[in-house]
């Protein structure tokens, strides 16, 4: 498993240093502003141009890695010895022809987003993790870890799929055209070498995490990248709903001169510190039973587990700076100061790419929760900052009132929940864990929602309308 981690991170690295993420987000406020000024057929095409170049690109780069994986991935995991890098070489090979198919379908979905098309690809998304998932468990026991690159590639092929129908659906023909004299690209050319730096650095600093945690004991790289990868997808569930929607409904704004602007960052930033106290209150309350049904088997023990849920604990704190950081980093871009917000980015991830290099190996496990705690939150005050001296008049943080009602909730039903587990008889029957921590999971968040409902928090309070007028129409 941990041949799998470090292959599929490079192959990861491979696609964000494609910057498709980051283009898009320059991409999305130069559609807006060309669907305002020429119509839904100009911006469309300026999507067209973009894929074309960037899934060639894509391809070529795919070619690259094949034939030089033999020299990467040594450099990647010098901790390895030559056995497990040979089946890490042959997985990176089986993984790296995705980067086209996953430019594509990032692009693609970015594409739906702009046209605030949000709730079908998620549906689409979530089945093509389950089957995913589904093939992952169905295939371990002959394939052993080649059943994730399986479901890797049976994930990618659903969602690709997925996209070019639905961008179908709502208007979009593809051309093979690599430009158009009618559109401007100075904006996006202009960012791309501040955008390029930030994305090399970031990838370099992931490469010496992985490189750094490859030299400590077996299993620290394992239990680290499961925990982050855990954190990741359902941190995702939080800041990708939230940072997309309010990316497209804010970049339109600016785009009609709307003043709208500081209601959208608010509700966003509220929405966001509600949806990342439930998820840490699940994780205080449910985490290590729930990690104990995962993952305990003859392989791992239940120190294993416990170093787990722990990284997952101090991860998941950084949840709370993430958000912020993310929304303030879509209105910098939204507003058009692209450069001087990676500029200072790229600063932060060189920083953490050495503090990772020397740190890990000299102070072990510790200092890499450490260091990936406070990548988000230098990201969040560099990105802040930015926001702050654009416009200190439009400037939100999360509100008094919500940061206390968040915190009451957390102490008063986190601690207690989590007392209850250290009075439970520890266990390594599988379902047990499963039916402890479903158990003590939902049922800390169904008193967390009723006592955010009774303190008149704005999201639960709406939730839980919808929910009574839901039941009132069922008898009326």
């Known amino acids: 498993m941990e041949v799998y981690f470090a292959a599929s991170t490079f192959y990861q690295s491979l696609v964000l240093l494609m910057q498709t993420g980051q283009v898009t987000e320059v991409v999305t406020p130069l559609f807006h502003r060309l669907v305002r000024d020429r119509g839904e ?11 074309n170049w960037m899934v060639s690109l ?35 090979r089986a993984i790296i022809p995705l980067t086209a198919l996953q430019i594509l379908q990032s692009l693609l979905t970015c594409y739906l987003t702009a046209k605030k098309r949000f709730v079908r690809q998620e549906v689409i998304r979530l089945a093509s993790v389950a089957t995913s998932l589904t093939l992952i468990v169905a295939g371990a026991y002959w394939l052993n870890a080649w059943s994730m690159v399986l479901g890797l590639w049976t994930g990618s092929i659903i969602m690709v799929c997925a996209m070019v129908y639905l961008a179908h659906q709502a208007g979009y023909r593809h051309s093979f055209v690599f430009w158009d004299s009618t559109i401007s690209f100075r904006q996006l050319l202009r960012s791309l070498p501040s955008i390029s730096s930030y994305v090399i650095v970031t990838q370099l600093y992931s490469i010496a995490l992985t490189s750094g945690l490859s030299t400590l004991p077996q299993g620290s790289l394992a239990i680290f990248t499961y925990a982050r990868r855990i954190f990741s997808r359902l ?14 409904h804010y970049s339109a704004a600016v785009a009609k001169d709307s003043q709208r602007t500081l209601q959208l960052t608010r509700e966003a930033l509220r929405v966001f510190l509600v949806a990342a106290c439930f998820m840490l209150l699940a994780w205080l309350a ?30 998941s704190f950084g949840t709370f700076f993430a958000g912020p950081g993310m929304i303030y980093r879509k209105m910098n871009v939204s507003h058009g100061q692209v450069i001087g917000q990676y500029n200072l980015l790229s600063f932060v991830q060189v ?29 969040a005050a560099m990105a802040a900052l930015i926001t702050f001296r654009r416009d200190s008049n439009h400037f939100a943080w999360y509100q008094r009132d919500d940061l206390l009602n968040c915190g009451l909730i957390l102490v008063g039903i986190g601690v207690p929940a989590a007392g209850i587990l250290m009075i439970i008889p520890d266990t390594e ?7 402890i921590a479903s158990s003590i999971g939902v049922g800390a968040i169904c008193m967390a929602f009723v006592v955010s409902v009774r303190l008149r928090m704005a999201e639960p309070l709406a939730v839980w309308r919808l929910i009574r007028n839901g039941i009132a129409g069922r008898f009326t």
């Not at 795919?62 to 042959?90: E, K, M, N, T």
């Not at 941190?235 to 497209?248: A, D, H, K, T």
């Not at 104990?292 to 604990?313: A, D, G, N």
Request: one cysteine or more; a neutral charge; charged letters at 5%.
């Open 41 to 51: 057929l100009v911006g469309a095409r300026l999507f067209t141009v973009l894929m």
């Open 58 to 92: 894509a391809a070529c780069v795919s070619l690259v890695g094949f034939l030089f994986a033999d020299w990467l991935i040594p450099l990647l995991v010098p901790g390895f010895d030559s056995s497990a890098q040979q089946l890490a070489i042959a997985m990176f």
């Open 429 to 435: 029957a599988r379902w047990m864990n499963f039916v």
């Open 286 to 315: 449910a985490g290590y039973p729930g990690l104990k049904f995962l993952w305990l088997s003859e392989r791992f023990s239940v120190v294993h587990v416990w170093e787990t849920y722990l990284v997952l604990m101090l991860l």
């Open 351 to 379: 920083a953490c790419g050495l503090a990772a290099y020397f740190m890990i190996p000299a102070f072990g496990l510790l200092s890499a929760v450490v260091i990936v705690f406070l990548n988000p939150c230098l990201n």
């Open 235 to 248: 941190n995702s569930l939080i800041s990708r709903p939230v940072s997309v929607v309010f990316f497209n």
